[in-house]
């Protein structure tokens, strides 16, 4: 693999002395490279959107999105789609990663599985994925064989294609029905991609997956009303974004979710409207889970 082409493994002209730096200005510099990540992933907003409704309109015709990826790219797939059930209250089947090296490869590093093209493919076909589902290959360099590997088997099979990388013109350009290569430029620390295209990466990917649920609903002006109380500080959170949403009480709202079985968006359903736990649930039914329709 020739890596002397791939910006993100580049050596940072700014960074030469880093080595040499006492601990604040070791930071600054770390900093300043930080800083130009949310620029790079602004450019490419018009490609994480066209992901975005690709995933809204797979997801309603009963799809899921499989983040495929090795290290660091891979965790942070892992870590997204993880993180979406408890916050949104989907299904954990919705969003699932796939990581090169399996479940070990979530806290030890096992390298050389990113080489493998077709284990991409076979742990593809171990998690059924079929044609209406999405495939996003995540690799920092775009050219990592596994996520490929993965992508192409995809993309055979109908599935819609999503490459997230931080090199333009990468071969999963060629995979994929979008591309999103926010260009962040070489590391502070050459080759580090965990670093800003690792940071590039998390943010575009949590863009995707919130903005997805935007979109079918799981929010309510800017609250989370699908996320599922289970645990005492998201009871907490439950109360509170209830009592934000119908401008009532602590205890009107903590009454109101006990009453639907803890469910956010029927509680607020309840006291917006006035109405019964039952009543609510039609409405929302109706309404296709809308809080705004269903008002």
């Known amino acids: 693999m020739d890596l002397k082409s791939l910006k993100t493994e580049s050596r940072n002209p700014d960074t030469m002395d880093i080595d040499m730096l006492d601990t604040e200005n070791i930071l600054k510099k770390i900093n300043n490279e930080d800083k130009k990540v949310a620029l790079a992933v602004e450019s490419e907003l018009p490609h994480v959107a066209k992901a975005v409704d690709m995933v809204v309109q797979s997801i309603r ?41 399996g479940t070990k490869a979530l806290y030890s590093s096992i390298e050389g599985a990113e080489d493998d093209r077709k284990q991409g493919k076979t742990d593809l076909i171990a998690h059924n994925v079929t044609g209406g589902d999405i495939v996003v290959g995540i690799a920092a360099s775009g050219r990592t064989p596994y996520a490929l590997g993965a992508m192409e088997y995809g993309r055979g099979i109908g599935c819609g294609t999503v490459g997230i990388a931080c090199n333009k013109g990468s071969e999963m350009e060629g995979l994929a029905d979008v591309m999103i290569a926010p260009e962040v430029g070489p590391e502070a620390v050459t080759g580090s991609t965990r670093m800003k295209a690792g940071t590039a990466q998390k943010m575009v990917l949590n863009m995707i997956s919130t903005a997805s649920m935007i979109k079918l609903g799981k929010v309510y002006t800017n609250l989370m009303v699908d996320m599922k109380p289970s645990n005492e500080k998201l009871k907490a959170r439950a109360i509170n974004i209830v009592r934000i949403a119908t401008d009532s009480t602590e205890e009107s709202a903590k009454t109101a979710l006990e009453e639907s079985g803890n469910n956010v968006k029927t509680a607020i359903l309840m006291l917006l409207k006035d109405i019964t736990k039952e009543q609510a649930g039609q409405e929302l039914k109706k309404a296709d889970g809308f809080i705004r329709k269903a008002i």
Do not use: K, M, N
């Open 61 to 101: 015709h009963g799809g899921r999105v499989f983040y495929v990826g090795a290290g660091t790219s891979g965790r942070l797939g892992t870590l997204d789609a993880s993180e979406c059930p408890p916050t949104y209250g989907v299904s954990p089947e919705l969003f699932q990663g796939v990581i090169a090296g």
